[in-house]
């Protein structure tokens, strides 16, 4: 038998130190029990709100940094991930560099993941990546 969760808990971090300023009508995160939500992260640089400078691995060390700062406003890591999605709007071309990066990003096993090939990204960016995460 299961218990049905009876509340969800939306979490906006517009003044956490290291997270970028929403662009958008959604929350940073989305909490329900134990699981965690992370609203997609786009290579944005909280200290300018503009997309960082450089190619995908510099896009995906930004990615990273935004994701790690959601994750800790919960007491969460890389390693507390479930799964993780990500967008490549060059996926042919940035496929393997994305790979060499997001390796770096776990010290554990590592989660479920779902890549997918897209023709565009908001701000145009090379990568988007979004993350459920739990206890």
Do not use: C
């Not at 939500?37 to 190619?55: E, I």
């Not at 393997?96 to 090939?117: C, I, K, Q, S």
């Not at 023709?119 to 995460?133: K, P, Q």
């Amino acid at each position: 038998m299961t218990t049905p969760v009876s509340r969800k808990e939306t979490f906006t971090f517009t003044a956490a130190e290291g997270v970028p300023p929403q662009v958008g009508p959604f929350a940073h995160a989305t909490r329900l029990g134990d699981l965690v939500f992370v609203t997609g992260q786009m290579p944005t640089d909280p200290a300018t709100g503009g997309l960082v400078a450089g190619g995908l691995p510099e896009q995906a060390e930004q990615v990273r940094a935004n994701l790690a700062a959601v994750l800790a406003q919960f007491g969460l890591t890389f390693d507390d991930a479930l799964h993780v999605r990500v967008y490549l709007r060059r996926f042919d071309e940035d496929f393997d560099a994305f790979n060499d990066a997001y390796r770096t990003w776990f010290t554990g096993p590592l989660p479920a993941r779902t890549t997918v090939g897209v023709t565009g990204l908001a701000v145009g960016a090379l990568v988007e990546v979004d993350v459920i995460a739990g206890r």
